[in-house]
């Protein structure tokens, strides 16, 4: 019973497996992900890899992902990826096991920091913070320079979560390099990647000690910022929330180094991944004219040319949020998640699991899988998600922010920002690519094209 998997032998693995290394060969450190959709091209939609003494499950076919969906006999694993990043993010919201009982408090208590009501008072904050980055662009555009797509997405969205979520103000706009914030995440992000590349964690001394110096840094950070709250209020926002809100039943609280934990973990996931999104989204207008044409013709037609569109126009650019629903299937960047066995079960009718066992759904891969998104699955095209396209697939076959209880509780605040902030672009800018560009994608965990630049034009003076 080898991994709690009874029948591991019939799981596929490469052929040519090294002793003591295992499945390493051919493999880039650097982009484990994609080497992972690599094999899974070969080897099927449940397979195995041996890294070093470990094995692990991959899984991607879509009826064994439909069924690993269960809430009553799976569940949210913290493994991999998510478990090297308990160091710095603890038992907050998204690091946290399933039985610690600071996630359901942290859960009860931050869930209503989303509501409609929620996003409705962030919706003007994320105008303003759009607006410094349209105000970049045109200085970029108006001195006939390309701008820097992944870096610029980074600020937008990294200054909107503060502002929205902790009221404060990171400068990303009116520095050249990033904030030493964005440096220190992407050092830890890049450092728990990492750990699973080696053997044993003693490999990477020197790498630890700039990882301890990092979450030290972000610790520090984030104690200033709670420091500064305490004596000052806010308004209402996700950590005043965190500071003052007892659970509606218990009327217990979040203790301090918990708001710690959050604070991090809130900052990290509410900015990164929406980040890549954007990226993603903006390449594939630029590579396909039409799809942006018609995505900027809805955004006249339904904004007018309204200054500041509101809370609810957002919502109506119902193909502007095809086009980022397209990007995330071909790239959604948080690329995988965990499942583990509530008790002994039978994946699918098929592979025996013991309780505790658990397997990696490979993302990027269920949303390829051509027996549900057809011969050309690998092909942009956004009218996949018009509504008579999305009725006639199955269930649990897009996925980009996880399943079940331990689902994205951010998806709607991404969603809102990333759909505003593509209708603001495509309504102001022409999106000109380099003809040069060939889509690599960067990996710390999450993906992100790497190197994007764009040309853009001004639309109209007034828009
Ligand atoms: C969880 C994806 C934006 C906060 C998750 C998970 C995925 C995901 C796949 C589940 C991970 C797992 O099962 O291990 C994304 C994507 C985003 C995005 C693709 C953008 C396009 C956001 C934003 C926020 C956020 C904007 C906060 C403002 C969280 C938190 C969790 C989570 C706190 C943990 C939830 C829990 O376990 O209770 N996200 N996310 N995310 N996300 Fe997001």
Request: glycine fraction near 6%; charge should be positive; charged fraction near 25%.
């Amino acid at each position: 019973a080898e991994l709690g998997w009874p029948e591991l032998r019939r799981i596929p693995h490469p052929p040519r497996r090294l002793p003591l290394l295992g499945d390493v060969l051919g493999v880039n450190r650097a982009t484990p992900l994609q080497d992972s959709l690599r094999f899974a091209r070969q080897l099927g939609p449940i397979y195995r890899r041996k890294a070093f003494n470990r094995e692990f499950v991959f899984t991607w076919g879509a009826d064994l992902v439909a069924d690993l969906a269960d809430e009553s006999r799976f569940a949210k694993h913290v493994g991999l990826g998510v478990a090297n990043l308990r160091p710095i993010a603890g038992d907050g919201l998204f690091t946290a096991y399933n039985h610690e009982p600071n996630w359901q408090l942290a859960h009860d208590v931050l869930a209503p920091g989303f509501s409609r009501e929620a996003m409705a008072a962030y919706h003007p904050m994320m105008l303003d913070v759009a607006a410094r980055l349209t105000d970049r662009w045109d200085r970029e555009q108006a001195a006939g320079r390309s701008v820097d797509v992944p870096g610029d997405m980074t600020k937008l969205t990294l200054e909107t979560i503060a502002r929205t979520g902790f009221g404060h103000d990171f400068g990303s706009f009116e520095r050249d390099r990033p904030h030493p914030f964005v440096t220190a995440m992407v050092g830890t992000l890049t450092y728990a990647q990492r750990l699973n590349s080696v053997p044993f964690p003693a490999l990477l001394r020197r790498a630890a000690q700039r990882n301890a110096a990092d979450i030290a840094y972000l610790n520090r950070m984030v104690d200033e910022l709670v420091r500064a709250r305490r004596e000052a209020s806010g308004d209402g926002d996700l950590l005043d929330r965190m500071l003052e809100t007892a659970h509606p039943e218990t009327g217990e609280r979040l203790s301090p180094e918990n708001v710690r934990r959050q604070v991090i973990t809130f900052l990290v996931a509410g900015h990164e991944t929406t980040s890549g999104a954007l990226s993603f989204a903006l390449h594939y207008l630029s590579r396909h004219p039409e799809v942006a044409a018609r995505a900027r013709a809805e955004v006249d037609r339904v904004w007018g040319d309204a200054e500041r569109p509101g809370y609810d126009q957002v919502a109506k650019l119902r193909y502007v949020r095809r086009v980022l629903d397209e990007s995330l299937r071909l790239w959604p960047t948080a690329p995988a998640f965990a499942r583990e066995a509530l008790g002994d079960t039978v994946l699918a009718g098929r592979y025996p699991m013991r309780r505790g066992a658990w397997t990696l759904v490979l993302t990027p891969m269920l949303q390829r899988d051509p027996e549900v998104w057809g011969a050309d699955a690998e092909r942009f095209d956004p009218d996949r998600f018009d509504p008579k396209a999305v009725r006639s697939r199955p269930a649990h076959v897009f996925k980009p922010f996880g399943t079940g209880a331990r689902a994205c509780i951010g998806r709607q605040f991404a969603l809102h920002e990333a759909t505003l902030v593509l209708g603001l672009l495509l309504r102001r800018y022409a999106l000109r690519a380099d003809p040069d560009y060939r889509l690599t994608v960067t990996e710390r965990l999450t993906l992100m094209p790497d190197g994007l630049r764009l040309h853009l034009e001004r639309r109209t003076a007034a828009a």
